[in-house]
């Protein structure tokens, strides 16, 4: 059974920083490509990223460009989001999405992790 | 304001038949596939359509979606209390190398 689980969300100052991980489990992690998804609460769904299964091509949304970073560990099973220079508008549950297949410029997110929500205040 | 255009609320009533549509351009719809999100009240969003017009396994064959140059549409017949959630349509859209989402459509079973 696939498994995504998030974690690193929490209160952080505008400007600051975090890293969120999603560790996967139940499949070849390296053999997929994976993508962050935020939403605003009771808003709709924004892309933020994607990263191939091989880590070796990267995409991102203009709002996060420069300032967010993706990255995987296939040796861990892990996705992580590096998160820099936080605004008030960054605020929103952040979801990784599993691919299809190994390709990152796709819209096919198979399954979704719960999500974990970063708030940025101060 | 999303790439891709759906209108924010549906409605209906048990049994009845709703469509939900989702207009785009030349960069995401006219020349990728299409998807489409469910999301339930309180969860994560779920694939419902892949490929504009293909279920995954598990998804019942009341759901079917279909597209048409830049706009797709997704149909939900023999409507259900269970149906009442939120529909995304999604997209890679070329142009921006990124994926776009619509802005989501609420629907109620009345």
């Known amino acids: 059974e696939v498994q995504l689980l998030e974690s690193g969300g929490g209160l952080v100052q505008p400007g600051g920083s975090l890293r969120l991980s999603c ?10 490509a994976m993508s962050w998804v935020r939403q605003t609460p009771g808003k709709g769904l924004e892309w933020v990223s994607a990263m191939s299964g091989s880590g070796g091509s990267t995409y991102y949304a203009d709002s996060v460009k420069g300032r967010f970073t993706i990255s995987r560990d296939n040796s861990k099973n892990t996705l992580y989001l590096q998160m820099n220079s ?10 990784c999405a599993k691919a299809l297949g190994s390709v990152a410029g796709t819209s096919y997110f198979q399954h979704w992790g719960q999500g974990t929500l970063v708030t940025v205040s101060s | 304001q999303s790439v891709l255009t759906q209108p924010p609320s549906a409605s209906g ?15 995401n719809i006219g020349s990728n596939y299409v998807f489409w999100y469910q999301q339930l009240p309180g969860t994560a ?3 419902l359509i892949y490929n504009n017009n293909q279920r995954p396994s598990g998804v019942p064959d009341r759901f079917s979606g279909s ?5 797709a549409s997704l149909a939900i017949s023999g409507l259900r209390s269970e149906d009442e959630a939120d529909y995304y349509c999604a997209a890679w859209d070329n142009s921006l190398s990124g994926v ?9 079973v009345l």
């Open chain 1, 23 to 32: 560790a996967a489990s139940g499949f070849t992690f390296s053999s997929y």
């Open chain 1, 86 to 95: 936080l605004r008030a508008e960054d605020t929103a549950i952040y979801y």
């Open chain 2, 13 to 27: 009533t048990p049994g009845q038949r709703v469509t939900i549509s989702c207009s785009g351009s030349s960069s």
């Open chain 2, 45 to 47: 969003p779920k694939l």
């Open chain 2, 67 to 71: 597209k048409s140059g830049t706009s």
């Open chain 2, 100 to 108: 776009v989402f619509g802005g989501g459509t609420k629907l109620t």
